[in-house]
């Protein structure tokens, strides 16, 4: 139990250090690892999405951090004890934290760029096809060098680029006695088309092949020729002269996009219309001693392993398992435990929606009383009294069903938690628009500052964050076998609601006693971070180590 | 639907209707070409044989660029054939990524013929018959024939 209550005292002396929602946190540089734990963090999912601001995308071209340099980034700082969080929380790596860099569509570029030129020169390739192979090889430049310097044809070949295209640009031809195989127009003014192949198509065709394929199947890199059987890739040479300006946006949009999908230590940030992406370590096979929540320039905080929504402290497969049992379970359970009621021989679940006690299973054929669950036999004739209670064989029979039942009263335990938190964030969320409102008005009324009415935001950012947290101890908690470890995971996960909950009730206050509490809810704002750190430091420490038993296999 | 597609399906059916491919019955409705009804005697050398089934072949709007629909309206045990009231089937040239402009209903129909003579487990729609297809070939062979009497007479 020595993890807990390291900071119950609040530091009151010095409320104008509390972290204010500095306006710096938005021009943050892109390109650089933010690994802080700063107390005011956004919290997660569509709080945020509406504060990107602008100036996040002129993002810092000169930070020219190579995408494979990502060992300079060792923020390899000493993990702060507990002990001397109480000041404030320093900008040091949490064990709960990963490193990641967070790149702009523009860096995505240069890196491409950069990769073709640099392999462009080794292959002596022009750089349209230096592209083309290194898509073809999945952007791993090492294999297509190998490639390329064994079997240089081999290689052009399996990438469609049978001949050096270096010679004759593509272009449209009129063709005598050209039938198209795919309209069966035929014409000597017929514009045609057709790549090194020969399989030659009237222009209109080859278009809207192409126009399907980027639109419509979202393809970019390995669109074929449409010839039948030919396997050789449409160029970027080829598809200039044929795709019209528009659907050549989309194009390059889906060529980027490929160069991040095949790179495993690249990811989207799956927030809407984001358009950054995530450097991350962490593989997957790491994924069952670390969460790796990382946190995109557009502030939506997401696992890098999985894409969904900051889930900390439960790793990946456990949040799989739980969002499918809920998925599969968490309505119809609360129904079944309301409505139902098992029978007492093949424990079918049964629903008696009216009518009389004597039930007959309809599997098993088991005859019972509703009302006693005891065998129908021994009711004779006058059950309408069902006196029954003491009997052996219906006490029996509510046993095994109380057994069964508890199975998913355990469940339902953890549930209702966990949908509570994620009901109280936005009911949390509600109250602090509303308040907002009002706080502009109490601003203009009282003449205070901007900057002093910002401790409402900082408490909603960490109601908001914590309650993301509570909501998946509960999940956690579930899978969880009991050892020594969960009764402190219990404690901590007890202080951060309580703390949370305190927090949530000053929140609620009506706008004018609010100023009044406004060290209060900051000393609250600032241990409930606290809280959080140290709940998800102990739970990320001994998953780390492989401490955690865990009822189910990951 | 566009002119062209227009076109090229009556091109199409002229073509099959020239070179049908044995064992095959082509039923075209002028009013609405894009869906084809076909008649399809099951192939002699296949478990199939002496049964008739009723296949449609739906043309979607972005024909030719997106490959024609197949499905069997006669239900039929066969691992690339889902077993339900679709009866439809996803391989080889009838799937988007697969499927080229230029490759035509016919190949298509003869596809369809090659596979009542031999499945292909391997790409099937159908994991469990698949699997029985591949381990027990007997049983296979026993429900494909029932199911022939049952419902392709």
Same mark, same amino acid.
């Given at each position: 139990m020595t993890l807990k209550r390291a900071s119950d005292d609040i530091d009151r002396s010095e409320p104008a250090k509390k972290p204010t929602p500095d306006t710096t946190l938005h021009t943050a540089l892109p390109a650089t690892p933010l690994t802080t734990a700063s107390a005011n963090m956004d919290s997660d999912d569509e709080f945020n999405s509406s504060q990107v601001s602008d100036d996040e995308f002129m993002a810092d071209q000169d930070s020219d951090v190579s995408i494979e340099d990502d060992s300079d980034f060792d923020i390899d700082q000493d993990d702060v004890g507990f002990e001397s969080q109480d000041k404030d929380i320093k900008p040091t790596k949490q064990t709960y934290e990963v490193d990641f860099i967070v790149?702009?569509?523009?860096?995505?570029?240069?890196?491409?760029?950069?990769?073709?030129?640099?392999?462009?020169?080794?292959?002596?390739?022009?750089?349209?096809?230096?592209?083309?192979?290194?898509?073809?090889?999945?952007?791993?430049?090492?294999?297509?060098?190998?490639?390329?310097?064994?079997?240089?044809?081999?290689?052009?070949?399996?990438?469609?680029?049978?001949?050096?295209?270096?010679?004759?640009?593509?272009?449209?031809?009129?063709?005598?006695?050209?039938?198209?195989?795919?309209?069966?127009?035929?014409?000597?003014?017929?514009?045609?088309?057709?790549?090194?192949?020969?399989?030659?198509?009237c222009v209109d065709c080859y278009k809207q092949?192409?126009?399907?394929?980027?639109?419509?199947?979202?393809?970019?890199?390995?669109?074929?020729?449409?010839?039948?059987?030919?396997?050789?890739?449409?160029?970027?040479?080829?598809?200039?002269?044929?795709?019209?300006?528009?659907?050549?946006?989309?194009?390059?949009?889906?060529?980027?996009?490929?160069?991040?999908?095949?790179?495993?230590n690249l990811r989207w940030c799956p927030a809407p219309n984001c358009v950054y992406a995530i450097q991350c370590g962490v593989r997957d096979k790491d994924l069952i001693r670390t969460v790796p929540t990382v946190r995109c320039d557009c502030s939506h905080f997401f696992c890098f392993g999985c894409s969904l929504n900051d889930h900390q402290p439960a790793p990946c497969a456990l949040v799989r398992k739980w969002l499918k049992k809920c998925e599969d379970d968490s309505e119809t359970a609360n129904w079944i435990s309301a409505n139902t009621k098992e029978c007492p021989k093949c424990h079918s679940t049964i629903e008696k929606n009216g009518g009389c006690n004597h039930m007959t299973c309809r599997k098993c054929r088991n005859e019972f009383c509703w009302m006693c669950m005891g065998v129908w036999s021994e009711h004779g004739t006058s059950w309408y009294n069902c006196n029954r209670f003491e009997e052996k064989s219906g006490h029996d029979a509510r046993d095994a069903q109380a057994r069964s039942r508890q199975s998913l009263e355990r469940y339902l335990h953890y549930y209702n938690r966990f949908a509570n938190h994620e009901q109280s964030a936005k009911l949390d969320k509600d109250i602090y628009l509303k308040t907002e409102k009002k706080m502009t008005q109490l601003q203009n009324t009282t003449g205070m500052s901007w900057i002093e009415v910002q401790f409402l935001d900082a408490a909603s950012q960490a109601l908001q964050q914590c309650r993301q947290t509570l909501k998946w101890t509960y999940a956690f908690a579930y899978y969880l076998a009991r050892n020594n470890l969960t009764e402190i995971f219990e404690e901590n996960q007890k202080d951060l609601e309580m703390a949370v909950e305190n927090l949530s009730e000053m929140f609620e206050k009506p706008?004018?006693?609010?100023?009044?509490?406004?060290?209060?809810?900051?000393?609250?704002?600032?241990?409930?971070?606290?809280?959080?750190?140290?709940?998800?430091?102990?739970t990320a420490d001994n998953l780390q180590k492989g401490n955690w038993e865990f009822n189910v296999t990951l | 639907m566009s002119t062209g597609a227009k076109k090229r399906i009556m091109r199409e059916y002229g073509e099959c209707m020239s070179d049908t491919p044995p064992g095959m019955k082509i039923t075209f409705d002028e009013q609405n070409m894009t869906e084809w009804e076909i008649l399809l005697d099951g192939p002699e050398q296949s478990v199939y044989a002496g049964g008739h089934f009723k296949l449609k072949l739906t043309f979607p709007n972005e024909y030719p660029f997106k490959p024609p629909v197949v499905s069997f309206?006669?239900?039929? *045990?066969?691992? $690339?054939?889902?077993?339900d009231d679709k009866g439809s089937m996803c391989l080889g040239l009838l799937r988007p990524e697969e499927w080229k402009p230029p490759n035509k209903v016919v190949a298509v129909l003869r596809l369809i013929q090659t596979l009542l003579i031999e499945p292909n487990p391997?790409?099937?729609?159908?994991?469990?018959?698949?699997?029985? *297809?591949?381990? $027990?070939?007997k049983e296979f062979d026993k429900t494909a024939k029932d199911w022939v009497k049952r419902y392709a007479k």
């Amino acid at each position: 139990m020595t993890l807990k209550r390291a900071s119950d005292d609040i530091d009151r002396s010095e409320p104008a250090k509390k972290p204010t929602p500095d306006t710096t946190l938005h021009t943050a540089l892109p390109a650089t690892p933010l690994t802080t734990a700063s107390a005011n963090m956004d919290s997660d999912d569509e709080f945020n999405s509406s504060q990107v601001s602008d100036d996040e995308f002129m993002a810092d071209q000169d930070s020219d951090v190579s995408i494979e340099d990502d060992s300079d980034f060792d923020i390899d700082q000493d993990d702060v004890g507990f002990e001397s969080q109480d000041k404030d929380i320093k900008p040091t790596k949490q064990t709960y934290e990963v490193d990641f860099i967070v790149y702009s569509p523009d860096q995505i570029q240069g890196h491409q760029d950069k990769q073709v030129d640099e392999v462009s020169n080794i292959l002596g390739q022009p750089p349209e096809s230096t592209a083309i192979l290194l898509r073809h090889e999945r952007w791993n430049k090492e294999r297509l060098i190998d490639h390329y310097m064994e079997k240089q044809e081999e290689t052009l070949e399996s990438a469609g680029l049978g001949e050096t295209s270096t010679t004759n640009p593509p272009r449209l031809e009129h063709v005598k006695g050209f039938v198209c195989d795919i309209c069966c127009e035929d014409g000597p003014d017929l514009d045609t088309f057709a790549m090194r192949c020969g399989h030659r198509f009237c222009v209109d065709c080859y278009k809207q092949y192409l126009y399907t394929k980027i639109k419509d199947e979202g393809e970019a890199a390995r669109i074929r020729c449409p010839g039948d059987g030919c396997n050789r890739i449409v160029d970027h040479k080829s598809l200039d002269l044929l795709v019209s300006s528009d659907l050549q946006a989309r194009y390059h949009e889906l060529l980027m996009r490929t160069y991040v999908d095949d790179k495993e230590n690249l990811r989207w940030c799956p927030a809407p219309n984001c358009v950054y992406a995530i450097q991350c370590g962490v593989r997957d096979k790491d994924l069952i001693r670390t969460v790796p929540t990382v946190r995109c320039d557009c502030s939506h905080f997401f696992c890098f392993g999985c894409s969904l929504n900051d889930h900390q402290p439960a790793p990946c497969a456990l949040v799989r398992k739980w969002l499918k049992k809920c998925e599969d379970d968490s309505e119809t359970a609360n129904w079944i435990s309301a409505n139902t009621k098992e029978c007492p021989k093949c424990h079918s679940t049964i629903e008696k929606n009216g009518g009389c006690n004597h039930m007959t299973c309809r599997k098993c054929r088991n005859e019972f009383c509703w009302m006693c669950m005891g065998v129908w036999s021994e009711h004779g004739t006058s059950w309408y009294n069902c006196n029954r209670f003491e009997e052996k064989s219906g006490h029996d029979a509510r046993d095994a069903q109380a057994r069964s039942r508890q199975s998913l009263e355990r469940y339902l335990h953890y549930y209702n938690r966990f949908a509570n938190h994620e009901q109280s964030a936005k009911l949390d969320k509600d109250i602090y628009l509303k308040t907002e409102k009002k706080m502009t008005q109490l601003q203009n009324t009282t003449g205070m500052s901007w900057i002093e009415v910002q401790f409402l935001d900082a408490a909603s950012q960490a109601l908001q964050q914590c309650r993301q947290t509570l909501k998946w101890t509960y999940a956690f908690a579930y899978y969880l076998a009991r050892n020594n470890l969960t009764e402190i995971f219990e404690e901590n996960q007890k202080d951060l609601e309580m703390a949370v909950e305190n927090l949530s009730e000053m929140f609620e206050k009506p706008i004018d006693l609010l100023q009044g509490l406004k060290v209060e809810m900051m000393d609250k704002t600032s241990y409930c971070n606290k809280r959080r750190v140290i709940l998800l430091n102990d739970t990320a420490d001994n998953l780390q180590k492989g401490n955690w038993e865990f009822n189910v296999t990951l | 639907m566009s002119t062209g597609a227009k076109k090229r399906i009556m091109r199409e059916y002229g073509e099959c209707m020239s070179d049908t491919p044995p064992g095959m019955k082509i039923t075209f409705d002028e009013q609405n070409m894009t869906e084809w009804e076909i008649l399809l005697d099951g192939p002699e050398q296949s478990v199939y044989a002496g049964g008739h089934f009723k296949l449609k072949l739906t043309f979607p709007n972005e024909y030719p660029f997106k490959p024609p629909v197949v499905s069997f309206k006669t239900k039929i *045990y066969h691992p $690339n054939v889902s077993n339900d009231d679709k009866g439809s089937m996803c391989l080889g040239l009838l799937r988007p990524e697969e499927w080229k402009p230029p490759n035509k209903v016919v190949a298509v129909l003869r596809l369809i013929q090659t596979l009542l003579i031999e499945p292909n487990p391997d790409d099937a729609i159908e994991p469990s018959i698949a699997n029985e *297809y591949k381990e $027990n070939r007997k049983e296979f062979d026993k429900t494909a024939k029932d199911w022939v009497k049952r419902y392709a007479k």
